[in-house]
């Protein structure tokens, strides 16, 4: 039987202040449970969840699987119950990570089995990305299950809202967003949507990406373009130009309100992933080119920011054997085609079904498959930075928002990126 939810914040909040891990709240632990961990409590995301925990059961007569998932957008309330739990050596059967940097963090410390056999077994290596094996690989061993491949550098808006406006069409870069923006102030409108902090380094990051480009972006990821580079320096103050054109003062809620004022027409823009895509789809019933529409974010056609939710095999989990047969679900084709459209993600096998995928997500996918695509990772999405560059960054831009200082800025990530290397 499919479980409801952990999604209670006070919960999480009362759980992080008394540190006490969430295995009860969550129900997992007895020998037919299957706990799975997520942070997919969302329209959209929670039903390709279920569609994917439904078909499991279905395939495992007598299992059931336990949804554990605590809400908050980019996991973040459940990143940190998490670690709490698997601290206290209490893991969930099987937890969402993100290919990338993030996942790495795990391996190290030892917190997730390998899974390289079970890889060889179902013959993924044939059927995943390169690219996206690469990021889920740490020394030549493999150590979780994408379900998805999700793209984060939108820029998403309503077609009526720029005819009303007399727009033209969506910023190509960001100072031709500067100016319409102008514009759209004088209209009364908010040129920009942003929601809670996490929100605000995806925008950080798509900003970066689209006034370095693809190459420059990744070397300051890598390494080798520091953040006190007049051009990193450059691309700081556009991004604070551009956050001053949006709602901060006033956001309230996460990512699903930033969208809803887009729709709304309260505000004009919002950069987000293509989670969106599944919400306004699902919730808001609007379609894609008449209610809404997307472009790649200013100044980054032609790139695929990407990220890959995939789900792994803590050390210590309960039923392994359960949390292997979830996993080869997560990685069947079935299991992403059931998950992918309703989520608003496409899958991340090469060999799923185009036709499945209509209306935006088609879009992604044939840019996604476009041998002329460029791919960068997310940095808000846990590909390209650790989990103590990101915690870093998001001090140092909390910090931003009170001191508007630049210099400080650029200074403090340069710092933070030597010492979490
Ligand atoms: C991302 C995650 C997506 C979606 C989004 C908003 O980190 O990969 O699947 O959940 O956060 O919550």
Not at 77 to 100: F, T, W
Request: proline share 5%.
């Amino acid at each position: 039987m499919w479980q409801g939810r952990v999604g209670v914040l006070a919960l999480v909040v009362v759980a992080i202040l008394a540190g006490i891990p969430m295995c009860g709240a969550g129900g997992g632990g007895g020998d037919n449970q299957l706990e799975v961990y997520s942070w997919w409590t969302g329209p959209g995301e929670e039903e390709g969840l279920a569609a994917m925990a439904q078909e499991f059961e279905a395939k495992n007569a007598g299992v059931a699987f336990v949804n554990a998932a605590v809400s908050g957008g980019a996991g973040s309330n459940a990143k940190a119950i998490l670690a709490s739990r698997l601290l206290a050596n209490d893991p969930p059967d099987s937890y969402q990570r993100h290919a990338g940097l993030e996942l790495e963090d795990d391996v190290r410390s030892g917190k997730v089995q390998d899974l390289t056999a079970l890889y060889d077994r179902e013959g993924w290596r044939e059927v995943l990305p390169q690219g996206l094996l690469e990021n889920l690989t740490i020394d030549g061993r493999l150590y979780a299950v994408p379900v998805n491949i999700h793209r984060a550098n939108l820029l998403w808006y309503t077609p009526a809202a720029l005819d009303e406006l007399g727009l033209g069409g969506p910023p190509k870069t960001w100072p031709e967003f500067l100016a319409q923006a102008e514009k759209i102030k004088e209209a009364g409108r908010t040129p920009l949507a942003i929601g809670p902090q996490w929100t605000q380094k995806h925008l950080f990051e798509t900003v970066l990406l689209g006034e370095l480009g693809a190459d420059k972006y990744e070397q300051l990821f890598a390494g080798s373009l520091r953040w006190t580079a007049p051009e990193v320096q450059a691309a700081l103050s556009t991004y604070q130009q551009v956050l001053s054109y949006s709602d901060l003062r006033s956001a309230s809620g996460d990512w699903q309100p930033q969208l809803d004022r887009v729709v709304q027409g309260t505000a004009v823009y919002a950069v987000m992933g293509d989670w969106v895509s599944g919400y306004l789809e699902g919730t808001k019933k609007q379609r894609w080119q008449q209610g809404y529409a997307a472009v790649a974010s200013p100044g980054s056609d032609g790139v695929y920011s990407f990220l890959s939710d995939a789900f792994t095999l803590p050390t210590g989990a309960r039923n392994p054997e359960l949390a292997e047969k979830w996993l080869v679900e997560c990685g069947s084709t079935e299991g992403q085609n059931l998950f992918n459209p309703k989520k608003g993600s496409i899958p991340a096998r090469v060999d799923a079904d185009a036709k499945l995928y209509p209306g935006y997500l088609g879009w992604a996918l044939a840019q996604w498959r476009d041998p002329k695509t460029r791919i960068v990772g997310s940095l808000a999405h846990g590909v390209v930075a650790n989990n103590a560059f990101n915690a870093e960054i998001d001090s140092a831009l909390g910090l931003f928002n009170q001191n508007g200082d630049l210099g400080k800025l650029a200074a403090t990530l340069d710092r933070t990126f030597e010492a979490t290397r």
